[in-house]
C-alpha cells in the first residue's frame, strides 16, 4: 500500500499505487521499496483516548510499518520487480479468465519472436546457401513422407530456405562440409529459441499455478537493485590459480610501466605472491595468453591434460617471430632483432623467457631487469571494501552478555579478543585496558555514568563490574555451586557457607 502512516509524499513519490517502487528509480539507503502496513492487535482503549480517535480520526496508532527499505550501504537503480503470487481466486483479484488472457498473450508474443527469428535464420542462411546446388538431400525427420526439404541439385531459393528454418530441430542430411556450415549457423539460432522457449514456459506456469511464494503466502513482491561498483583500492582480484590480492594502488595510465613500443601494463602484480605459494600456473598462463593474443588463437588447457612448457616456450618463439615480421624487421638466428638500419630492437619484444624491457612511466627510465609481461584472466570478486567499511559510537547490545554485537549486519562493533588483551598488558596500559573491559563494553552501568560525565565535560572513568561476570556466576550456579559476592569489609566466611 501507499497509505503508510507519518510518512510524508515526498518519501512516496515513486511508489505507485500498489506501494510497489517503480523500475528505474534511483534508491538510496532508507528509501521505501515496498510499503506495508500490518494492523495491530485490537486493545481496549480508554474512554477519553477513543473520543481523540473519534475526532481526529488517526489511524496511525492502529497499524504497524512494516515496509520494505533499501539497507544501508546499499544505493544503485531498481532494475526489475517481481510481484510472485499464489492462484486463489477468493483472495485475488485475479479471475480465471484474467490467468487464460494472460496466457494467451504469453503464447502470441512466443509465437512472434520464434517467427522473427526464424526469418533472420532463413537470411543467415541464404548468405552461405542462396543460389548453391547441394549433392545431396536435405530431408526432415519429423516429416512421415520423408519428402526433401531441400533436393540435391537444386539451386536453393528463399522458399526452401525458409522452410528448413522452420524445421530446424528436426532436418538431416549426410556429414560434409555443407553440413558443418549449416549445423554452425543452426546451433547459435537453437540457443536463442531456447531462451525465448524458457522464458514462455516459466511465465505460463508461473501464471497457472502462481510460483515460488511459500505456502501461506498470499503475495510476494522481490525488488532486483543495481549498484555501479568502480574497481577501488581494497578490493579483492583473484585470478584461476588461487592468486587472490587486494588492489594496493591505482594509478593514472600515464604513470604506469610501458614496453618500448609505449604500450602500458594494466594490472601490476608483486611476483612475491608466486614463489612460497608455489602457483606457477600464473606464470605460464601470462606466458601463454601473450603468444596466443599475438598470433591470435585461442587456447583451451586441461588440469591434468594441459600444454607443457616446452610447447608454450615454441609459441612463444612464433610470437616473437610473428611481431618482427609485422613490423617489417629482420629476426637473426641467434634471437637478436634489427631493423632496416641495422640498429639492435631486441628489447622491443617479449624473448622467449617472457620477459621485456619496461620503462618506469613516471621517469620514463627502464628498470634494473627484464620483466615477464603477458595476458592473464583476472577478476574482480565480491569483496568491495565499500561494502565492508563500517562504524560504530553506540549500538545495540546482546540481551544476555550485554556487550556490543558483532558484524556490519548487526551494527556491531569491533571485537577486543584476548590476544588484543595480551598487547595492552604487555604495554602496561591498565587504565585503556580497564575503560575496553568495562564501559566501553558490558559494564550497564558504567555506561551510565561515563556518558553523563562526558557530556559534562569531566574527562574521569568511574568503572564497575561487568555484566560478563554476573553471567559467569550464574553459569557456576547453575552447576550447583554457591558462589555469591561479598560487599563491604573482607573477613572470615562463616563455617556453614
Known amino acids: 500500500t501507499r497509505d503508510i502512516p507519518n510518512v510524508g509524499e515526498e518519501a512516496l513519490r515513486n511508489l505507485d499505487s ?27 482503549l480508554a474512554p477519553e483516548e477513543r473520543l481523540l480517535r473519534a475526532i481526529f480520526g488517526e489511524k496511525a496508532a492502529d497499524v504497524k510499518d512494516n515496509s520494505l527499505y533499501v539497507p544501508s550501504g546499499t544505493s544503485g537503480i ?15 483479484k485475479m479471475t480465471k479468465a484474467e490467468v487464460k488472457r494472460q496466457v494467451k498473450e504469453a503464447q502470441s508474443t512466443f509465437k512472434a519472436q520464434l517467427s522473427e527469428i526464424l526469418d533472420d535464420l532463413a537470411d543467415r542462411l541464404a548468405d552461405h546457401l542462396l543460389g548453391v546446388k547441394l549433392p545431396v538431400d536435405i530431408v526432415s525427420s519429423s516429416d512421415p513422407d520423408g519428402a526433401a526439404l531441400i533436393p540435391a541439385e537444386r539451386k536453393i531459393t528463399k522458399v526452401m530456405l525458409r522452410r528448413l528454418a522452420h524445421h530446424y530441430g528436426s532436418y538431416s542430411m549426410p556429414p560434409g562440409p555443407a553440413k558443418d556450415q549449416i549445423d554452425e549457423v543452426m546451433n547459435s539460432f537453437k540457443l536463442r529459441i531456447r531462451d525465448i522457449t524458457l522464458r514462455r514456459d516459466e511465465t505460463v506456469e508461473r501464471l497457472e499455478k502462481g510460483d515460488g511464494a511459500d505456502p501461506g503466502i498470499i503475495k510476494s ?39 618500448a613500443d609505449g604500450t602500458p601494463v594494466d594490472i601490476v602484480l608483486n611476483p612475491l605472491g608466486v614463489p612460497s605459494r608455489m602457483n606457477v600456473g600464473q606464470v605460464l598462463e ?34 616473437k617471430a610473428a611481431k618482427v615480421k609485422e613490423m ?3 629476426l637473426k638466428s641467434d634471437g637478436w632483432v634489427v631493423d632496416r638500419e641495422g640498429r639492435d630492437r631486441s628489447e622491443c619484444f617479449v624473448d622467449t623467457d617472457g620477459k621485456t624491457r619496461l620503462f618506469d612511466g613516471r621517469t620514463g627510465d627502464p628498470f634494473a631487469q627484464r ?17 565492508k567499511i563500517h562504524s560504530r559510537a553506540v549500538g545495540p547490545y546482546s540481551l544476555v552478555t550485554q556487550q556490543p554485537l558483532g558484524g556490519k549486519a548487526q551494527h556491531g562493533g569491533q571485537r577486543f579478543g584476548e590476544m588484543e588483551v595480551w598487547a595492552l598488558e604487555a ?39 561487568p555484566e560478563s561476570f554476573n553471567v559467569l556466576m550464574k553459569e557456576m550456579q547453575s552447576l550447583g555451586l554457591d558462589v555469591r559476592v561479598r560487599r563491604g569489609k573482607a573477613s572470615a566466611a562463616s563455617p556453614d557457607k
Open 18 to 44: 500498489e506501494g510497489v517502487i517503480r523500475v528505474g528509480a534511483e534508491v538510496k539507503p532508507g528509501d521505501i521499496l515496498v510499503g506495508k502496513i500490518t494492523p495491530k492487535s485490537e486493545t481496549e
Open 78 to 92: 531498481v532494475m526489475d520487480v517481481r510481484i510472485e503470487r499464489r492462484f486463489d481466486p477468493t483472495r485475488e
Open 221 to 259: 513482491v522481490k525488488v532486483y537493485v543495481a549498484s555501479k561498483r568502480r574497481i577501488a583500492i581494497g578490493d579483492k582480484m583473484a585470478g584461476r590459480h588461487g592468486n587472490k590480492g587486494i588492489v594496493a594502488r591505482i594509478t593514472p595510465v600515464e604513470d604506469l610501466p610501458f614496453m
Open 286 to 319: 601470462t606466458h601463454l595468453g601473450w603468444a596466443a593474443r599475438v598470433l591470435g588463437m585461442r587456447v583451451a588447457s586441461p588440469v591434468f591434460d594441459g600444454i607443457d612448457e616446452t610447447k608454450i616456450h615454441g609459441l612463444l618463439g612464433e610470437a
Open 328 to 330: 617489417g624487421w629482420k
Open 371 to 387: 620483466i615477464m609481461v603477458g595476458y592473464i584472466y583476472m577478476l574482480k570478486l565480491d569483496h568491495l571494501v565499500v561494502n
Open 427 to 465: 604495554y602496561g596500559a591498565a587504565h585503556t585496558l580497564q575503560e575496553m573491559l568495562t564501559v566501553k563494553s558490558d559494564d550497564v552501568v558504567g555506561r551510565t555514568k561515563i556518558y553523563e560525565s562526558i557530556m559534562r565535560g569531566d574527562n574521569t572513568l568511574d568503572a564497575g563490574v
